[in-house]
């Protein structure tokens, strides 16, 4: 489906205040409005910058204009959003939290050999983090005639 340029603009120039207040989106600001996301849940992960007309979702890790908004709220193409927000009203979609997914064992035994090969890993910090013990001439107090003021 071609959509022309002329209803792409309409689209973008929709305010995205004028969306969240079309759904019932209730955030906390007057410019910078943060509060829970419809999709993923959360406290304040959901974030909406009214002059910049943009969106941020920490939790779904997306962001972008008021197109790209609608298209995560419901979970439609780019063609549906740009015709929700030119004229029809938007679908009503139930959305549940979404589970982070668990961290598989493989990647778990790739970081674990990523953290051991890394070239830090018996620096003099991670050994004092560790409660062993300092080299002496690590722990002595410089001598006034080297400190450089």
């Known amino acids: 489906m071609m959509i022309d340029a002329a209803t792409i603009a309409g689209a973008r120039a929709f305010p995205i205040e004028d969306e969240l207040a079309r759904r019932g989106i209730k955030l906390r600001g ?21 002059r910049k ?19 995560l709220l419901d979970g439609c193409g780019f063609g549906q959003t ?6 029809e009203s938007p679908r009503k979609v139930n959305h549940a939290p979404r589970e982070q997914p668990r961290q598989s064992a493989e990647d778990y035994e790739k970081r674990q050999a990523a953290k051991a090969s890394y070239p830090m ?8 983090l560790a409660g062993g013990a300092l080299p002496p001439r690590i722990c002595r107090r410089p001598r006034p005639s080297t400190i450089r003021r």
């Open 82 to 87: 740009v015709e929700t927000l030119v004229g």
């Open 53 to 71: 007309q943009i969106f941020n979702c920490r939790g779904c890790q997306r962001g972008g204009d008021v197109i790209a908004m609608v298209e």
């Open 121 to 128: 890993a018996a620096s003099l910090a991670d050994r004092w």
């Open 30 to 50: 007057a410019v910078e409005r943060s509060g829970p996301c419809p999709v993923c849940g959360g406290a304040d992960r959901f974030s909406v910058n009214v």
